[in-house]
């Protein structure tokens, strides 16, 4: 079965980091589009980063522009999330996912969810 399991999150102060980790298994990992999203409570779920493994391409938006860096390892079917200066407002259940459309981060696009990992920093 198509699987994502996100992992990594954890309470950090301001200005540290995180390293999130997502594992893909039982589809063909190069085929698809990964994404990293964010949901806190009382706002929309947004996409923070996303990569295509076949063609490396990446997109980020505003938001974390500069302090997030997401990056994959193709032989371990793995998508990691590098979040450094981290920021109160960084504070969300981070999710990864996976699409077989164009590299986007809209949520609605794509099709396969692991379960969250929680992200809390504090001021």
């Known amino acids: 079965d198509v699987q994502l399991q996100a992992s990594g999150g954890g309470l950090v102060q301001a200005g540290g980091s995180l390293r999130l980790s997502c594992t893909v298994s039982?589809?063909?990992?190069?085929?698809?589009?990964v994404g990293w999203f964010r949901q806190a409570p009382g706002k929309e779920r947004e996409g923070v980063a996303c990569i295509s493994s076949e063609y490396g391409s990446r997109y980020y938006p505003d938001s974390v522009k500069g302090r997030f860096t997401i990056s994959s390892d193709n032989a371990k079917n793995m998508v990691y999330l590098q979040m450094n200066s981290l920021k109160p407002e960084d504070t969300a259940v981070y999710y990864c996912?996976?699409?077989?459309?164009?590299?986007?981060?809209?949520?609605?696009?794509?099709?396969?969810w692991g379960q969250g990992t929680l992200v809390t920093v504090s001021s």
């Open positions: 996912a996976a699409t077989l459309g164009l590299l986007s981060s809209t949520p609605a696009l794509y099709n396969v």
């Open positions: 039982g589809f063909a990992f190069d085929d698809y589009i």
